[in-house]
Protein backbone atom coordinates (compact mmCIF):
# COMPACT_ATOMS: atom_id res chain seq x y z
CA UNK A 1 0.00 0.00 0.00
CA UNK A 2 1.08 3.29 -0.95
CA UNK A 3 2.42 5.43 2.41
CA UNK A 4 0.21 8.46 1.51
CA UNK A 5 -2.85 6.28 1.82
CA UNK A 6 -1.54 5.42 5.73
CA UNK A 7 -1.37 8.81 6.50
CA UNK A 8 -4.95 9.82 5.16
CA UNK A 9 -6.96 8.15 9.04
CA UNK A 10 -4.35 10.46 10.66
CA UNK A 11 -5.15 13.68 8.36
CA UNK A 12 -8.52 13.30 8.78
CA UNK A 13 -8.86 13.17 12.13
CA UNK A 14 -6.58 15.99 13.05
CA UNK A 15 -9.00 18.04 10.52
CA UNK A 16 -12.09 16.96 12.30
CA UNK A 17 -10.57 17.83 15.44
CA UNK A 18 -9.92 21.41 14.35
CA UNK A 19 -12.81 21.77 12.92
CA UNK A 20 -14.62 21.11 16.49
CA UNK A 21 -12.19 23.05 18.52
CA UNK A 22 -12.99 25.96 15.50
CA UNK A 23 -16.50 25.15 15.92
CA UNK A 24 -16.77 25.30 19.89
CA UNK A 25 -14.30 28.81 19.79
CA UNK A 26 -17.20 30.24 17.79
CA UNK A 27 -19.70 29.62 19.79
CA UNK A 28 -20.62 32.06 22.22
CA UNK A 29 -21.31 32.21 26.16
CA UNK A 30 -23.95 32.94 28.44
CA UNK A 31 -23.22 35.50 30.27
CA UNK A 32 -21.73 35.32 34.20
CA UNK A 33 -24.95 35.36 36.74
CA UNK A 34 -25.04 39.15 38.50
CA UNK A 35 -26.34 40.46 41.15
CA UNK A 36 -25.36 37.99 43.63
CA UNK A 37 -27.17 38.70 47.17
CA UNK A 38 -28.10 36.97 50.03
CA UNK A 39 -31.69 37.27 51.84
CA UNK A 40 -30.54 37.32 55.32
CA UNK A 41 -33.63 36.65 56.66
CA UNK A 42 -34.45 33.24 54.62
CA UNK A 43 -30.53 32.69 54.20
CA UNK A 44 -31.48 32.24 50.59
CA UNK A 45 -28.97 33.36 47.69
CA UNK A 46 -30.05 35.30 45.02
CA UNK A 47 -29.39 36.18 41.59
CA UNK A 48 -30.32 38.05 38.06
CA UNK A 49 -31.70 35.30 35.59
CA UNK A 50 -29.43 34.74 32.73
CA UNK A 51 -30.89 35.15 29.41
CA UNK A 52 -30.57 31.79 27.32
CA UNK A 53 -29.87 29.39 30.31
CA UNK A 54 -31.77 25.93 30.92
CA UNK A 55 -30.36 25.84 34.84
CA UNK A 56 -27.79 27.08 36.94
CA UNK A 57 -25.16 24.59 38.44
CA UNK A 58 -24.45 25.55 42.14
CA UNK A 59 -20.91 24.32 44.10
CA UNK A 60 -21.26 24.25 47.93
CA UNK A 61 -18.51 22.49 50.07
CA UNK A 62 -17.69 20.29 47.39
CA UNK A 63 -21.24 19.47 46.37
CA UNK A 64 -22.66 20.35 42.87
CA UNK A 65 -26.23 20.74 42.60
CA UNK A 66 -28.31 22.06 39.54
CA UNK A 67 -31.52 24.09 40.05
CA UNK A 68 -33.47 26.06 37.22
CA UNK A 69 -34.62 28.84 39.83
CA UNK A 70 -32.42 31.58 40.44
CA UNK A 71 -32.06 31.63 44.17
CA UNK A 72 -30.33 28.84 46.44
CA UNK A 73 -31.70 28.16 50.08
CA UNK A 74 -28.32 28.11 52.57
CA UNK A 75 -30.41 27.72 55.18
CA UNK A 76 -29.20 24.05 55.87
CA UNK A 77 -25.48 24.90 55.58
CA UNK A 78 -23.80 24.13 59.23
CA UNK A 79 -22.06 27.59 60.99
CA UNK A 80 -18.81 28.48 59.09
CA UNK A 81 -17.81 30.13 55.92
CA UNK A 82 -18.48 28.96 52.39
CA UNK A 83 -17.12 29.57 48.87
CA UNK A 84 -19.54 29.31 46.48
CA UNK A 85 -19.54 28.33 42.81
CA UNK A 86 -22.13 29.98 40.50
CA UNK A 87 -22.68 29.01 36.58
CA UNK A 88 -25.54 29.82 34.41
CA UNK A 89 -25.81 26.20 32.15
CA UNK A 90 -26.53 25.96 28.38
CA UNK A 91 -29.16 23.83 27.35
CA UNK A 92 -28.20 23.77 23.72
CA UNK A 93 -25.39 23.50 21.47
CA UNK A 94 -26.45 27.47 20.63
CA UNK A 95 -24.79 28.53 23.87
CA UNK A 96 -21.11 27.44 26.06
CA UNK A 97 -22.07 27.55 29.78
CA UNK A 98 -21.05 31.05 31.15
CA UNK A 99 -17.78 31.44 33.68
CA UNK A 100 -17.79 30.50 37.06
CA UNK A 101 -18.69 33.07 39.27
CA UNK A 102 -17.63 33.04 43.14
CA UNK A 103 -20.06 34.37 46.33
CA UNK A 104 -18.26 34.29 49.90
CA UNK A 105 -21.21 33.54 52.45
CA UNK A 106 -20.74 32.82 56.25
CA UNK A 107 -23.29 30.93 57.88
CA UNK A 108 -23.50 32.48 61.36
CA UNK A 109 -24.13 30.51 64.67
CA UNK A 110 -27.76 30.30 65.52
CA UNK A 111 -29.05 28.15 68.60
CA UNK A 112 -32.09 27.24 66.92
CA UNK A 113 -34.47 29.44 68.66
CA UNK A 114 -37.16 30.82 65.80
CA UNK A 115 -37.80 34.33 65.39
CA UNK A 116 -40.32 36.41 63.30
CA UNK A 117 -39.78 39.90 61.61
CA UNK A 118 -41.46 42.49 63.11
CA UNK A 119 -44.28 44.50 61.44
CA UNK A 120 -42.21 47.05 59.84
CA UNK A 121 -39.29 44.37 59.00
CA UNK A 122 -36.92 46.31 61.01
CA UNK A 123 -36.14 43.77 63.61
CA UNK A 124 -37.17 40.26 65.00
CA UNK A 125 -39.06 38.89 67.95
CA UNK A 126 -38.86 35.63 69.43
CA UNK A 127 -41.53 33.41 69.08
CA UNK A 128 -40.62 30.17 70.24
CA UNK A 129 -38.12 27.58 71.14
CA UNK A 130 -37.61 25.50 68.57
CA UNK A 131 -34.88 23.17 68.89
CA UNK A 132 -32.80 24.60 71.40
CA UNK A 133 -32.75 23.52 74.96
CA UNK A 134 -30.51 23.44 77.94
CA UNK A 135 -28.42 26.36 78.65
CA UNK A 136 -29.19 28.94 75.96
CA UNK A 137 -27.43 32.23 75.23
CA UNK A 138 -29.52 33.97 72.65
CA UNK A 139 -28.65 35.82 69.72
CA UNK A 140 -28.56 39.77 70.03
CA UNK A 141 -28.75 40.03 66.29
CA UNK A 142 -30.77 37.57 64.30
CA UNK A 143 -29.94 37.34 60.48
CA UNK A 144 -28.23 40.87 60.67
CA UNK A 145 -31.18 42.14 62.75
CA UNK A 146 -31.80 43.12 66.39
CA UNK A 147 -33.74 41.05 68.47
CA UNK A 148 -36.38 43.30 70.88
CA UNK A 149 -38.77 41.40 71.84
CA UNK A 150 -40.10 37.51 73.40
CA UNK A 151 -43.24 37.03 72.53
CA UNK A 152 -45.88 36.17 74.48
CA UNK A 153 -46.74 32.55 75.23
CA UNK A 154 -42.73 31.84 73.14
CA UNK A 155 -41.42 29.52 76.02
CA UNK A 156 -45.27 28.64 77.66
CA UNK A 157 -45.00 25.50 79.59
CA UNK A 158 -41.83 24.43 78.00
CA UNK A 159 -39.86 21.66 80.26
CA UNK A 160 -36.25 21.59 78.67
CA UNK A 161 -35.05 25.31 78.85
CA UNK A 162 -32.26 25.17 81.78
CA UNK A 163 -31.19 29.00 81.33
CA UNK A 164 -31.19 31.84 79.59
CA UNK A 165 -29.20 35.07 78.82
CA UNK A 166 -31.73 37.49 77.31
CA UNK A 167 -30.09 39.19 74.51
CA UNK A 168 -29.29 42.80 74.91
CA UNK A 169 -31.47 44.66 72.47
CA UNK A 170 -34.85 42.83 74.09
CA UNK A 171 -36.89 45.66 75.34
CA UNK A 172 -40.36 43.70 76.08
CA UNK A 173 -41.24 40.15 77.29
CA UNK A 174 -44.53 39.28 76.50
CA UNK A 175 -47.80 38.27 78.66
CA UNK A 176 -46.93 34.65 79.60
CA UNK A 177 -43.97 34.16 77.69
CA UNK A 178 -42.51 31.81 80.59
CA UNK A 179 -45.34 30.39 81.80
CA UNK A 180 -44.82 27.00 83.16
CA UNK A 181 -41.38 26.53 82.31
CA UNK A 182 -40.67 23.65 84.12
CA UNK A 183 -37.18 23.75 84.22
CA UNK A 184 -36.04 27.07 83.92
CA UNK A 185 -33.05 27.79 87.08
CA UNK A 186 -31.79 31.21 85.82
CA UNK A 187 -32.57 33.79 83.54
CA UNK A 188 -30.52 37.15 83.00
CA UNK A 189 -32.50 39.72 82.34
CA UNK A 190 -30.74 42.77 79.80
CA UNK A 191 -30.23 46.67 81.28
CA UNK A 192 -32.20 48.14 78.12
CA UNK A 193 -35.45 45.43 79.22
CA UNK A 194 -38.35 48.10 79.79
CA UNK A 195 -41.53 45.81 80.09
CA UNK A 196 -42.50 42.61 81.79
CA UNK A 197 -46.02 41.29 80.63
CA UNK A 198 -48.71 39.75 83.59
CA UNK A 199 -47.81 36.20 84.02
CA UNK A 200 -44.57 36.03 82.46
CA UNK A 201 -43.13 33.87 84.98
CA UNK A 202 -45.41 32.31 86.58
CA UNK A 203 -45.18 29.08 88.08
CA UNK A 204 -41.45 28.37 86.63
CA UNK A 205 -41.18 26.14 89.30
CA UNK A 206 -37.63 25.79 89.65
CA UNK A 207 -36.34 29.56 89.13
CA UNK A 208 -34.14 30.29 92.31
CA UNK A 209 -33.16 34.09 91.54
CA UNK A 210 -33.96 37.27 89.68
CA UNK A 211 -32.82 40.86 88.94
CA UNK A 212 -34.94 43.64 87.58
CA UNK A 213 -33.11 46.40 85.54
CA UNK A 214 -33.61 49.42 86.65
CA UNK A 215 -35.41 50.41 83.10
CA UNK A 216 -38.59 48.20 84.06
CA UNK A 217 -41.30 50.16 85.69
CA UNK A 218 -43.97 47.85 86.71
CA UNK A 219 -44.28 44.56 87.82
CA UNK A 220 -47.74 43.44 86.44
CA UNK A 221 -49.96 40.74 88.43
CA UNK A 222 -49.13 37.13 88.52
CA UNK A 223 -45.54 38.29 86.72
CA UNK A 224 -43.70 35.31 89.56
CA UNK A 225 -46.59 33.66 91.34
CA UNK A 226 -45.98 29.93 92.00
CA UNK A 227 -42.68 30.29 91.82
CA UNK A 228 -41.76 28.01 94.68
CA UNK A 229 -38.32 27.97 94.44
CA UNK A 230 -37.80 31.80 94.38
CA UNK A 231 -35.17 32.72 96.53
CA UNK A 232 -34.09 36.25 95.83
CA UNK A 233 -35.23 39.19 94.02
CA UNK A 234 -33.59 42.30 93.47
CA UNK A 235 -35.67 45.31 92.56
CA UNK A 236 -34.09 47.95 90.17
CA UNK A 237 -34.39 51.37 90.67
CA UNK A 238 -37.20 52.13 88.16
CA UNK A 239 -39.62 49.88 90.18
CA UNK A 240 -42.48 52.03 91.09
CA UNK A 241 -45.42 49.67 91.09
CA UNK A 242 -46.11 45.63 92.40
CA UNK A 243 -48.93 44.56 91.03
CA UNK A 244 -51.51 41.98 92.54
CA UNK A 245 -50.62 38.41 93.02
CA UNK A 246 -47.09 39.57 91.55
CA UNK A 247 -45.37 36.99 94.08
CA UNK A 248 -48.09 34.76 95.93
CA UNK A 249 -47.46 31.46 96.59
CA UNK A 250 -43.26 31.53 95.92
CA UNK A 251 -42.90 29.62 99.17
CA UNK A 252 -38.87 29.66 99.28
CA UNK A 253 -38.64 33.45 99.34
CA UNK A 254 -37.06 35.42 102.07
CA UNK A 255 -36.50 38.17 102.52
CA UNK A 256 -37.60 41.29 100.16
CA UNK A 257 -35.95 45.09 99.99
CA UNK A 258 -37.52 47.45 98.04
CA UNK A 259 -36.10 50.69 95.93
CA UNK A 260 -37.17 53.96 96.98
CA UNK A 261 -38.81 54.74 94.10
CA UNK A 262 -41.44 52.16 94.37
CA UNK A 263 -44.66 53.88 95.51
CA UNK A 264 -47.95 51.02 95.66
CA UNK A 265 -48.04 47.01 96.46
CA UNK A 266 -51.15 44.99 94.55
CA UNK A 267 -53.53 43.02 96.47
CA UNK A 268 -51.77 39.78 97.50
CA UNK A 269 -48.82 40.37 96.12
CA UNK A 270 -46.44 38.33 98.76
CA UNK A 271 -49.63 36.33 99.71
CA UNK A 272 -48.63 33.03 100.70
CA UNK A 273 -44.48 33.72 100.88
CA UNK A 274 -44.69 31.05 104.24
CA UNK A 275 -40.85 31.90 104.14
CA UNK A 276 -40.45 35.62 104.11
CA UNK A 277 -38.98 36.80 107.46
CA UNK A 278 -38.44 40.30 106.87
CA UNK A 279 -39.19 42.90 104.39
CA UNK A 280 -37.82 46.88 104.01
CA UNK A 281 -39.99 49.23 102.02
CA UNK A 282 -38.58 52.13 100.62
CA UNK A 283 -39.21 55.30 101.39
CA UNK A 284 -41.77 55.84 98.43
CA UNK A 285 -43.84 53.31 99.07
CA UNK A 286 -47.46 55.15 100.13
CA UNK A 287 -50.11 52.05 99.80
CA UNK A 288 -49.66 48.55 100.92
CA UNK A 289 -52.89 46.64 99.19
CA UNK A 290 -55.01 44.05 100.42
CA UNK A 291 -53.99 41.09 101.44
CA UNK A 292 -50.30 42.23 100.21
CA UNK A 293 -48.63 39.84 102.43
CA UNK A 294 -51.56 37.45 103.49
CA UNK A 295 -50.68 34.72 105.66
CA UNK A 296 -47.14 35.32 105.71
CA UNK A 297 -46.68 32.25 108.48
CA UNK A 298 -42.37 33.89 108.87
CA UNK A 299 -42.78 37.14 108.37
CA UNK A 300 -41.26 38.75 111.94
CA UNK A 301 -39.81 41.84 110.80
CA UNK A 302 -41.21 44.95 109.10
CA UNK A 303 -39.87 48.38 108.14
CA UNK A 304 -41.98 51.36 107.05
CA UNK A 305 -40.65 54.28 104.88
CA UNK A 306 -42.08 57.45 105.98
CA UNK A 307 -44.60 58.47 102.93
CA UNK A 308 -46.63 55.54 103.77
CA UNK A 309 -49.96 56.70 104.50
CA UNK A 310 -52.70 53.01 103.57
CA UNK A 311 -52.71 49.83 104.57
CA UNK A 312 -55.44 48.22 103.19
CA UNK A 313 -57.50 45.67 104.39
CA UNK A 314 -56.00 42.42 105.79
CA UNK A 315 -52.57 43.29 104.42
CA UNK A 316 -50.79 41.19 107.13
CA UNK A 317 -53.23 38.96 108.21
CA UNK A 318 -51.92 36.28 109.93
CA UNK A 319 -48.39 37.28 109.79
CA UNK A 320 -45.90 36.08 112.63
CA UNK A 321 -45.08 40.19 112.99
CA UNK A 322 -44.01 41.01 116.92
CA UNK A 323 -44.31 44.01 116.70
CA UNK A 324 -44.84 47.37 114.62
CA UNK A 325 -43.80 50.82 114.65
CA UNK A 326 -46.02 53.13 112.09
CA UNK A 327 -44.75 56.08 110.90
CA UNK A 328 -46.37 59.97 111.66
CA UNK A 329 -47.29 59.74 107.75
CA UNK A 330 -50.10 56.85 107.88
CA UNK A 331 -53.58 57.95 107.96
CA UNK A 332 -55.43 55.25 106.99
CA UNK A 333 -55.35 51.24 108.50
CA UNK A 334 -58.38 49.01 107.08
CA UNK A 335 -59.90 46.84 109.07
CA UNK A 336 -58.18 43.16 109.60
CA UNK A 337 -55.17 44.50 108.64
CA UNK A 338 -52.95 43.20 111.52
CA UNK A 339 -55.46 40.77 111.87
CA UNK A 340 -54.70 37.02 113.86
CA UNK A 341 -50.91 38.56 114.25
CA UNK A 342 -50.94 36.24 117.34
CA UNK A 343 -47.31 37.09 118.02
CA UNK A 344 -47.77 41.03 117.78
CA UNK A 345 -47.22 42.20 121.16
CA UNK A 346 -46.04 46.47 120.32
Not at 82 to 99: C, F, P, R
Amino acid sequence: MNKKFGYLPAVLCLFFACLVLLTACGTPRLSEPIGLYVDMETQTLHWQKVKGASAYSVEVDGNTISTKQNQFALSSLAEGEYTIKLKAVSGNEEYQDSKIVEYFFVRERETGLVYKTTANKSAYELVSIGSAGGDVVMESTFRGKPVISIAKGAFRRCNRLNSLVVGEHVQTIGESAFYGCSELQSITLPQGLVSIGKNAFQNCGRLNSITIPDGVTELPEYVFSLCKELQSVKFGAGVTSVGDYAFADCAKLTSVEFNDNLATIGQYAFSGCSALSSVKFGAGVTEIGSYAFYRTAALTSVTFGDQLTTIKEAAFYESALTFVTLPNSVTTIEMLAFAKCTALAE
